[in-house]
């Protein structure tokens, strides 16, 4: 599934990234907030938004001179019809592994 052109599900393969996208989740924050809240440094908490962002993942707009982050719905929305399909496709494969188990089992008797 690509999200504006990067594998927006490999993104949060990162627990760093993973941790921002739940902080984010509950609410909009700046690069400090959300360093504060995680073990890492202002500087690798913006790579990782830059991540995101260029994933889709993550908006930003300016506050005077600080930027504030946000999930982007876009990008998750995408990310979630992407997780939809698969699992309507597991569903089905299952249906059908099951419609055949059945048959097999009847023409045993």
């Known amino acids: 599934m690509e999200a504006y052109g990067t594998d927006a599900l490999g993104l949060l393969g990162d627990p760093t990234r993973r941790a921002i996208v739940e902080l984010l989740a509950r609410r909009p924050r700046t690069v400090g907030e959300l360093a504060r809240a995680l073990p890492v440094s202002r500087p ?21 001179t600080r930027r504030i982050y946000q999930l982007n719905p876009d990008g998750l929305v ?11 496709d597991v569903l089905t494969s299952f249906q059908k592994a099951a419609e055949a188990a059945s048959v097999d089992v009847e023409e045993e008797k």
Request: proline fraction near 0%; charged fraction near 25%; aromatic fraction near 6%.
């Open 44 to 64: 690798a908490v913006s790579q990782h938004l830059r991540v995101l962002k260029d994933g889709g993942l993550v908006v930003d707009q300016a506050a005077g």
């Open 78 to 88: 995408a990310m979630r019809a992407y997780l939809d399909r698969l699992w309507d």
